[in-house]
T-cell receptor, first 115, second 116 residues
């Protein structure tokens, strides 16, 4: 079965700082990768996804993530964060074949951006 | 206005009581899911359903039951056998069971369950 690790549980940044949230997964086959975001009081929503092709994917609100297959990583980045980026961020993965096709989530990273 | 509606927003359970959480979607999605969210643990899959009248256990199905009698509805019952039910419960859906692995999941607003 696949698993997902998010090593940063809580990140605190000042506005305009750069952001990188780590995500590592364990699975030997081909995977689809996702970042979801949960703003305070709002639905969990998709930030960006990787299925295949260019390993650098761009999402909403200036976020991007890079899939590095050799490192089993899919880190989320943003060059300059805003106060409105305060939220909880979840990395998720599912396998493209076999029985391990369920979406597996990491434990989440709470991002607090100070004005 | 399309989406996923979960009700109630807050729910309280007494000892030994079964409670049912509602999830309705009008997105015409085939697949539906129930997750439990606990602080520091992310989302864990309880049950999922790829088609009407069929559902599968997820990673933490013990103490829960579901039904899928209609495409639009996937209610979750938290039974008295679930000894630690206090959590935030999220329902999700995705478009097509035949492409389940690539489907983007859309989430409801959640139900927060507490034990009295």
């Amino acid at each position: 079965a696949q698993s997902v690790s998010q090593h940063n549980h809580h990140v605190i940044l000042s506005e305009a700082a750069s952001l990188e949230l780590g995500c590592n997964y364990s699975y030997g086959g081909t995977v689809n990768l996702f970042w979801y975001v949960q703003y305070p009081g709002q639905h969990l929503q998709l930030l960006l996804k990787y299925f295949s092709g260019d390993p650098l994917v761009k999402g909403i609100k200036g976020f991007e993530a890079e899939f590095i297959k050799s490192k089993f990583s899919f880190n989320l980045r943003k060059p300059s964060v805003q106060w409105s980026d305060t939220a909880e961020y979840f990395c998720a993965v599912n396998a493209q074949e076999g029985s391990a096709r369920q979406l597996t989530f990491g434990s989440g990273t709470q991002l607090t951006v100070l004005p | 206005d399309g989406g996923i509606t979960q009700s109630p927003k807050y729910l309280f359970r007494k000892e030994g009581q079964n409670v049912t959480l509602s999830c309705e979607q009008n997105l015409n999605h085939d697949a539906m899911y129930w997750y439990r969210q606990d602080p520091g643990q992310g989302l864990r899959l309880i049950y999922y359903s790829q088609i009407v009248n069929d559902f599968q256990k997820g990673d933490i199905a013990e103490g829960y039951s579901v039904s899928r009698e209609k495409k639009e509805s996937f209610p979750l019952t938290v039974t008295s056998a679930q000894k630690n039910p206090t959590a935030f419960y999220l329902c999700a859906s995705s478009i097509d069971r035949s492409y389940l692995a690539k489907n983007i999941q859309y989430f409801g607003a959640g139900t927060r369950l507490s034990v009295l």
